[in-house]
């Protein structure tokens, strides 16, 4: 019966800890989940966009709309994809606000929509 070396030992070499070993592909995930969120963001403002437009309410349409090409625009200049490809760690708290507060905007937008849909 032989036993497991520990990390680190003589007989196996050093135990390789960086970050490509240990995290694989985390980075590509992570780029690839923000770019889903974005994406997820862009269409849940053109749908906002089209509802108000078909509803007659169009300041919210606009609104709508805006927010959808910032945060396409924002995705596309903005978003440190490189970095996260090269592995580099980056800070994901703005990102997850924006993405947060677009939601709620989006909601809120949508909301507004029906509630002036319903008394007109």
């Known amino acids: 019966m032989t036993d497991a070396a520990p990390a680190g030992d003589a007989a196996r070499g050093p135990a390789d800890f960086s970050d490509s070993a240990v995290y694989g592909a985390a980075p590509e995930r992570t780029a690839l989940a923000w770019q889903r969120t974005g994406l997820s963001v862009v269409i849940g403002c053109f749908m906002v966009f089209v509802a108000s437009f078909r509803t007659q309410t169009i300041v919210?349409?606009?609104?709508?709309?805006?927010?959808?090409?910032?945060?396409?625009?924002?995705?596309?200049?903005?978003?440190?994809?490189?970095?996260?490809?090269?592995?580099?760690?980056?800070?994901?708290?703005?990102?997850?606000?924006?993405?947060?507060?677009?939601?709620?905007?989006?909601?809120?937008?949508?909301?507004?929509?029906?509630?002036?849909?319903?008394?007109?």
Do not use: C, K
């Not at 090269?86 to 677009?102: E, K, M, N, T, Y």
């Open 60 to 120: 919210i349409g606009i609104a709508a709309g805006v927010l959808g090409l910032a945060v396409a625009a924002l995705s596309v200049f903005a978003f440190p994809v490189n970095a996260y490809l090269r592995g580099h760690r980056v800070d994901s708290w703005p990102l997850l606000i924006i993405a947060g507060a677009s939601v709620v905007a989006i909601g809120i937008l949508g909301t507004a929509a029906g509630v002036l849909t319903l008394f007109r």
